[in-house]
């Protein structure tokens, strides 16, 4: 099966978020009672895994001849992609029409960057 450039860059931009956003924000949820020097050695230690992913989905799309700005686009798409789910079932946050309001305003910047 063969995907797409921006299929494989998604996927691995996928990939590369769910370990950014453990590292970014599940601290908050299960190091709450511990050092916050603790807290920062345990998401650099996510973050490694999460640079092994994001740095060649940007040197693949970066070689497939996609833009920086799209790139960077791509990578805040499927940030807000990832993170809404996981405030909502791992943080248990409640969802409100701002997420909806980010997500159309985030769909206009791909359109715009994507453009011919």
């Keep these: ?27 908050l949820k299960d190091l709450a009672n511990k050092p916050w020097f603790i ?3 345990v998401s650099w230690g996510i973050a490694f895994f999460e640079y092994l992913v ?13 833009e920086l700005g799209q790139l960077k686009i791509l ?9 809404v789910p996981f405030s909502v079932y791992y943080m248990q946050r409640p969802v409100n029409l701002n997420f909806a309001w980010a997500g159309l305003c985030m769909c206009g ?3 715009f960057v994507f453009r011919s």
Excluded: C, D
């Excluded at 996927?11 to 590292?23: E, Y």
């Design 1 to 27: 099966m063969k995907f797409s450039v921006i299929g494989v860059v998604v996927l691995l931009l996928s990939i590369s978020n769910i370990f950014m956003t453990f590292a970014w924000y599940g601290h």
């Design 39 to 41: 807290a920062v050695l």
């Design 54 to 66: 994001q740095v060649p989905a940007n040197r693949y799309g970066n070689a497939h001849n996609l």
């Design 75 to 83: 990578q805040e798409v499927v940030t807000l992609l990832v993170f």
């Design 109 to 111: 910047a791909v359109y």
